[in-house]
């Protein structure tokens, strides 16, 4: 099974995050889009799910997204003006961040639907591969965001947040490998599917620094 496609050399994105991050008003703008993805993650947990099947780990997942996207904000408003909204103009290629979410959870659907499952069932299942894809990502993402926090000597750490999503991580993995035959050919397809998506997220992040 192969692991995250490297889509985006190391290098680029730390040249990336370091112009953002030198820029208070995209910085700004950049927290809070992480913001918005961490609370559409926890919204998506809280909406997908029957409620007859939310356990302690569904609620701790959603409470710890939730929580994320709260400290992303919170942040927002150390480095420029508190953004209250996710409107559009508060955001840093929001549009493009929403569809990258959408489209995510879309072909996460498509790849799980030819399952034997019943239908809630087929949606923790959905959950779950989801939330794989996405923490893979998040972990690429915010261990350079990380270090080029530190570089550039902003005043908070994301060492909480990794922390926690690592652990989202494994239980993904670990639940995912006991649970579906197909796991390793079904993860070599989404990786391949998040990676152009991703890519197109990127391109458009890109154009607005």
């Keep these: 099974m192969t692991s ?11 040249e990336t995050l370091t112009k953002i991050v030198k820029n208070p008003t995209l910085h700004n703008k950049f927290l809070n889009t992480i913001s918005f993805l ?11 799910q029957d409620i007859r099947d939310m356990s302690e780990s569904l609620l701790r997942h ?9 400290f992303f904000k919170k942040m927002a408003g150390k480095i420029g003006q508190m953004p209250e909204t996710y409107e559009w103009e508060n955001l840093l290629a929001g549009y493009s961040a929403f569809h990258y979410f959408q489209n995510l959870d879309l072909m996460v659907q498509r ?58 991580l494994e239980d993904a993995i670990h639940s995912l490998q006991n649970a579906d035959d197909d796991f390793e050919s079904r993860m070599d397809f989404f990786r391949k599917g998040e990676s152009d998506l991703f890519l197109r997220y990127y391109g458009k992040l890109k154009e607005k620094i």
């Excluded at 995250?4 to 730390?14: G, H, N, Q, R």
């Design 38 to 48: 961490e609370h559409m993650g926890s919204r998506k947990i809280l909406s997908t």
């Design 111 to 168: 790849g799980v639907e030819d399952s034997q499952l019943t239908n809630r069932q087929f949606h923790y299942r959905c959950y779950q591969y989801t939330s794989l894809i996405i923490e893979e990502r998040a972990g690429w993402l915010y261990h350079i965001y990380r270090d080029v926090l530190a570089n550039n000597g902003n005043p908070f750490s994301l060492d909480g947040v990794i922390a926690e999503e690592e652990k989202h």
């Design 62 to 70: 959603a409470s710890e997204e939730a929580r994320h996207a709260h």
């Design 4 to 14: 995250l496609k490297t889509d985006i050399a190391k290098t680029e994105m730390e």
